[in-house]
């Protein structure tokens, strides 16, 4: 151990070299065969962290730069996936968003919106209350879409002002736009529909 300061003959005033494996007393830090441990004497990857790991609310986890993990105790969002919920991580209006898959709900800033599925709610800019389930859900919907749900792949994908409606299964509401209050429950039910009020329950309902 080290009772007083140390004077290395291969250190400079900016860095350290050092030959094999290095302990750094009273910090818990090892370095081994190029990986660093934390807390453990014996890492086996390149950062080996043994207990928990504490980030400020406004910190991410990234690969290559690109943001993958997400949470906040400020605004409780939390966002699973490369690029999803990016804007939500650096707004203070994206409260309560959860988004999960590759660029769910990518520029959402409205509260309230879950997105789950690769660009599920992509292109959500403002609108709030809305839930994406699945490959391009709710794709273009944008700052006047709300209150809108969709479930299955395609489900509402060009829906961009339309609110209030329902849209469950493939291509289901796959033509609307801004219609209001319509529910198609069924693959492909409503898919060329635009007006309003509009409920249709079965394949290609409508």
């Given at each position: 151990?080290?009772?007083?300061?140390?004077?290395?003959?291969?250190?400079?005033?900016?860095?350290?070299?050092?030959t094999g494996?290095?302990?750094?007393?009273?910090?818990?830090?090892?370095?081994?065969?190029?990986?660093?441990?934390?807390?453990?004497?014996?890492?086996?990857?390149?950062?080996?962290?043994?207990?928990?790991?504490?980030?400020?609310?406004?910190?991410?986890?990234?690969?290559?730069?690109?943001?993958?993990?997400?949470?906040?105790?400020?605004?409780?969002?939390?966002?699973?996936?490369?690029?999803?919920?990016?804007?939500?991580?650096?707004?203070?209006?994206?409260?309560?968003?959860?988004?999960?898959?590759?660029?769910?709900?990518k520029f959402?800033?409205?509260?309230?919106?879950?997105?789950?599925?690769?660009?599920?709610?992509?292109?959500?800019?403002?609108?709030?209350?809305?839930?994406?389930?699945?490959?391009?859900?709710?794709?273009?919907?944008?700052?006047?879409?709300?209150?809108?749900?969709?479930?299955?792949?395609?489900?509402?994908?060009?829906?961009?002002?339309?609110?209030?409606?329902?849209?469950?299964?493939?291509?289901?509401?796959?033509?609307?736009?801004?219609?209001?209050?319509?529910?198609?429950?069924?693959?492909?039910?409503?898919?060329?529909?635009?007006?309003?009020?509009?409920?249709?329950?079965?394949?290609?309902?409508?």
């Amino acid at each position: 151990s080290w009772s007083a300061l140390q004077t290395f003959a291969n250190a400079t005033a900016t860095q350290l070299t050092v030959t094999g494996n290095a302990y750094f007393p009273g910090s818990g830090i090892w370095n081994s065969l190029g990986n660093v441990g934390v807390g453990t004497v014996s890492p086996s990857h390149k950062l080996d962290v043994a207990g928990n790991i504490n980030i400020d609310q406004f910190s991410t986890y990234r690969q290559d730069g690109r943001t993958i993990l997400y949470a906040s105790s400020t605004t409780g969002s939390v966002t699973a996936g490369m690029s999803a919920g990016h804007f939500a991580t650096t707004s203070s209006a994206a409260y309560y968003l959860t988004a999960v898959g590759h660029a769910a709900a990518k520029f959402t800033t409205g509260a309230n919106n879950t997105a789950f599925g690769y660009a599920a709610l992509l292109t959500n800019t403002s609108g709030t209350d809305n839930t994406a389930i699945g490959y391009n859900t709710l794709y273009s919907n944008n700052s006047g879409g709300t209150y809108n749900t969709a479930v299955g792949a395609y489900a509402g994908q060009n829906i961009t002002s339309g609110d209030h409606n329902t849209a469950v299964g493939y291509n289901a509401l796959a033509s609307y736009t801004s219609g209001t209050y319509s529910t198609a429950m069924g693959s492909a039910a409503l898919q060329n529909t635009t007006g309003s009020n509009n409920t249709a329950m079965g394949y290609q309902a409508g």
